[in-house]
């Protein structure tokens, strides 16, 4: 039995709920949740599928608030599903281009559905796994406009969608193994489920077409007249996602969107103007003032020139994704460092500066140098009172350890 079903039905739904209300389980180890909730009902797959779901939401709530206690979760669904700020800023998009009737193909627990559906849009979720469609319609079914089918998506075409009468079309490909395979990442688009020219073939029939893909996509593989952007939040890069031109008022080509506090920059580089054209490449020069090190979905989208330009800074080395320059700027799509100090990559070297600075606790950043940070970390045995950043990298392609000090956010 899937672990959603008891969860559909008396009792199950009532004690989830009763859980919910009272709010004990938050200080509940699992096994005593386990325990407790298995005093109240005689079947052990309804208690041990309340106490799962219990668990399943608090984790849930990392990526969508709380939200997440109103949703059903599988396991895989958990991982898998998009970030709440993400869902709801494809939702938007969708919104903004006149869209109505969106075809969810994999839509998994459905995070986007739901999103989708909250925007006012009329949704249709496929997805071929039994467990995160049961926990997709109990998701949805709020909405008596949308629902669920299982459907194997890679056998769709163009007269299926018409046939549903879709007007937009979200795709998500499966880019991991089954089980049985361990849950492995598959790097190769033609390996996804459907892979990835399939998926794009979609827009011959429907040309509202956006399409989750790997943040690894080569350029090459993307369409030139698409919109291609790589999005994080908080520092993590967690999706590119490709989007046809009825979806993209930016344009063809390549953008970074980096959230922070919830608030969303967007950084297009206006010389790009084809998705899977070679970015272009920042000038290079010496190290000076400040080293900045651009955010990981600026580096993806091969906008590291449009940010030095805006910075008035170049590269340290050719190909290596640390910029300097000698003013400070604060932008959210760079962290900053002050420059202290510049040695040689050697222990001795290190040491020799970070004990004159009284350092005892170091960041370790790396980039270009082949080096373990917890094994530096160790060897340089520091005892101090104060803090550093050690960036290991190359400086005009020689080996370098860069001694900094990291800058917050508003400091002068």
């Not at 709801?88 to 559905?113: E, K, N, P, T, Y």
């Not at 969608?161 to 688009?189: C, E, M, N, V």
């Not at 040309?207 to 698409?226: N, Q, S, W």
């Not at 506090?261 to 998705?275: E, K, S």
Request: aromatic share 6%; charged share 20%.
């Amino acid at each position: 039995m899937s672990s959603i079903t008891p969860l559909l039905s008396s009792p199950g739904r009532e004690l989830l709920a009763q859980w919910e209300r009272e709010g004990a389980f938050r200080s509940l180890s699992p096994m005593d949740l386990a325990l407790a909730i298995r005093s109240q009902v005689a079947d052990p797959e309804v208690a041990s599928a309340v106490a799962s779901q219990l668990q399943l939401r608090t984790q849930a709530e990392k990526k969508f608030g709380s939200l997440a206690r109103t949703l059903l979760w599988t396991r895989d669904g958990y991982e898998q599903a998009t970030r709440w700020v993400l869902a709801r800023l494809h939702a938007q998009r969708f919104l903004d281009s006149g869209a109505h009737h969106v075809g969810d193909l994999g839509c998994g627990i459905g995070a986007d559905s739901f999103a989708f559906a909250r925007a006012g849009m009329r949704v249709t979720s496929f997805d071929i796994d039994d467990e995160a469609l049961a926990a997709a319609g109990a998701n949805l079914s709020a909405f008596p406009s949308c629902r669920v089918e299982k459907r194997d998506v890679t056998t769709l075409h163009g007269e299926d969608f018409h046939a549903y009468g879709f007007d937009a079309l979200f795709a998500d490909p499966a880019r991991r193994t089954g089980k049985q395979g361990g849950s492995k990442r598959i790097t190769s688009p033609e390996d996804w489920s459907p892979a990835l020219d399939h998926v794009l073939a979609w827009g011959d029939s429907i040309p509202r077409l956006g399409v989750k893909v790997a943040p690894g996509i080569p350029y090459d593989l993307i369409p030139e007249h698409f919109h291609a952007q790589w999005t994080s939040v908080d520092g993590d890069l967690l999706e590119a996602a490709l989007w046809a031109p009825e979806l993209a008022p930016e344009g063809a080509g390549r953008s970074a969107s980096v959230i922070t506090a919830d608030q969303v920059h967007t950084l297009i580089d206006p010389q790009t103007q084809a998705a899977n054209s070679q970015p272009r490449q920042a000038e290079c020069g010496p190290l000076d003032s400040y080293i900045f090190e651009p955010d990981s979905a600026v580096i993806r989208s091969g906008t590291i020139a449009c940010l030095a330009e805006q910075m008035g800074a170049h590269l340290v080395s050719e190909s290596i994704a640390y910029l300097s320059g000698p003013t400070l700027h604060h932008t959210p799509f760079a962290s900053a460092f002050e420059v202290i100090d510049h040695v040689n990559l050697r222990v001795k070297n290190i040491q020799q500066v970070l004990r004159a600075l009284n350092v005892g606790r170091v960041e370790i950043k790396k980039r270009g140098a082949d080096i373990q940070p917890d094994a530096l970390r160790k060897s340089l045995k520091l005892k101090g009172d104060a803090e550093a950043v050690i960036i290991a990298t190359r400086i005009g392609g020689a080996h370098r350890a860069i001694i900094a000090r990291r800058i917050s956010d508003g400091e002068a």
